[in-house]
């Protein structure tokens, strides 16, 4: 009988054990960088990640452009990142790829930083073309291809991306524009040279939720000249990965849902008074997931 009780005793210690290493293997630290998009991004990735019954901690608004070494460093295990980011900005590299054949590109030189990527979202903070919402809808412009039809009618406002790979890009895939003019940009916030009718139509970040708010209308890149150039992506401690497997396709259907347009819209929500980033990532579990 008490050879028995040692036996269950020492089962039940071992049974313990394997839970508190399983539990404390399933702890995941999810860091941002300090921007709406990024909290929001990471919020999402969280709610996605308990669910799934890891345990998260977050380490939001951090610097952007520490987020890399914070990973490696071990501070953080996953952090939403943006693919072309990391191909000219962490491998130094500038040649113009996109598609599967950048992501590729990354995840493998990556590797050997001990740094490694999950599937890539829709969503992508690419190059696009935007203009005020009212004229788009009395023209019937949709797409860049609608755009195209009518350029001899606008002036371009362009920040650097246009002059580096944009223009290029664009005529390879869509053919020439006759624009009216082509203008530097006046003012940092993209939405603003529309709204001081210091230009009629910029080239924008397909990802930002200010263009909504500003009633910009943000084309559809039909012919995906620009579309998965700068997907965001999880990039995530390839020791962590190995260590808890079942993260590779945790957030698969997530990555999946989240498109472009729908980040966009969210963020657009974000109120500092109103709306908190918690808040709006439940809204869009509960509605888009």
Request: charged letters at 25%; aromatic letters at 12%.
């Amino acid at each position: 009988m008490k050879k028995l009780k040692i036996v269950l005793c020492m089962l039940i210690c071992f049974s313990m054990t394997g839970c508190s290493f399983h539990i404390r293997n399933k702890v995941i630290t999810i860091g941002s960088a300090n921007n709406d998009e990024s909290v929001f991004i990471a919020e999402t990735i969280a709610d996605t990640l308990e669910e799934k019954g890891f345990i998260v901690n977050k380490k939001y608004n951090l610097n952007p452009d520490s987020l890399f070494d914070e990973l490696k460093s071990g501070y953080i295990d996953l952090y939403p990142g943006y693919l072309d980011d990391l191909y000219k900005n962490k491998l130094k590299q500038s040649r113009f790829m996109i598609g599967n054949e950048k992501y590729s590109y990354v995840k493998k030189n990556l590797n050997k930083s001990g740094v490694t990527l999950l599937q890539p979202f829709l969503a992508s903070a690419s190059m696009g073309f935007s203009l005020n919402l009212d004229v788009a809808k009395e023209m019937n412009i949709k797409s860049i291809s609608d755009l195209k039809k009518v350029s001899h009618k606008f002036t371009l406002g362009v920040n650097s991306n246009y002059n580096s790979y944009g223009a290029k890009r664009l005529e390879e895939v869509y053919g020439k524009f006759n624009w009216k003019a082509v203008k530097p940009f006046k003012y940092d916030e993209e939405d603003l040279n529309v709204k001081y009718n210091y230009v009629d139509v910029i080239t924008s970040t397909t990802t930002n939720g200010q263009l909504e708010r500003s009633r910009l209308r943000t084309l559809k890149d039909n012919k995906k000249a620009f579309r998965n150039y700068n997907n965001i992506v999880p990039v995530v401690s390839k020791k962590y990965l190995e260590e808890n497997k079942s993260l590779s396709n945790a957030l698969e259907h997530l990555s999946k849902v989240m498109s472009t347009r729908l980040l966009r819209e969210y963020t657009a929500k974000i109120d500092d008074f109103n709306t908190t980033y918690r808040k709006l990532a439940l809204a869009f579990m509960s509605k888009e997931m």
